[in-house]
């Protein structure tokens, strides 16, 4: 059975091996700093305007997602989804579809007026694609590029 919850301050560790591990999964090449991640996860956690979302199969850890409110300009705030990982051998399951289900409960609870989640990991092609697949299957739509520059 796959539920869902918020994450807590006990879920830290759990939450930076697997940034670590998508980390080195992604063609970014980004330098990994537990440090930084620790304070960043924990101020997430912590923030009224975000949430770190869990999904478990059968009470073990299968994936999760970084989303936050933007209000921006607008009467009304909008969701971004900054981060999604499915667990590597939880890939071909429901959490992906579950997870998305719960980003969507999460951002219509806050009122929010839109949900945005770019496909920009840099994951292999199958992954990435999956990935697409999974956003359009739940309603979203491909609105454009992400553009980037390596600085």
């Not at 807590?8 to 940034?19: K, M, N, V, W, Y």
């Not at 009304?76 to 667990?87: D, G, L, Q």
């Not at 992906?96 to 994951?123: K, P």
Request: proline share 2%; aromatic share 10%; charged share 25%.
């Amino acid at each position: 059975m796959i539920t869902s919850r918020y994450a807590t301050l006990h879920d830290i560790d759990l939450i930076l091996d697997e940034a670590e591990k998508g980390n080195a999964e992604t063609r970014w090449n980004f330098t990994f700093d537990r440090d930084a991640g620790h304070d960043h996860v924990r101020t997430l956690i912590e923030n009224e305007t975000s949430e770190i979302l869990i999904v478990e199969r059968d009470g073990v850890p299968a994936g999760g997602a970084i989303v936050s409110l933007s209000y921006e300009f607008f009467d009304r705030p909008f969701a971004i989804v900054s981060k999604f990982w499915i667990i590597r051998e939880h890939r071909r399951g429901d959490a992906s579809h579950v997870l998305i289900e719960t980003i969507q409960d999460w951002a219509y609870a806050h009122g929010c007026s839109h949900l945005f989640a770019a496909a920009n990991g840099r994951l292999n092609m199958v992954e990435q694609m999956l990935f697409c697949r999974l956003m359009k299957k739940h309603g979203l739509e491909d609105v454009g590029p992400v553009f980037a520059l390596k600085l």
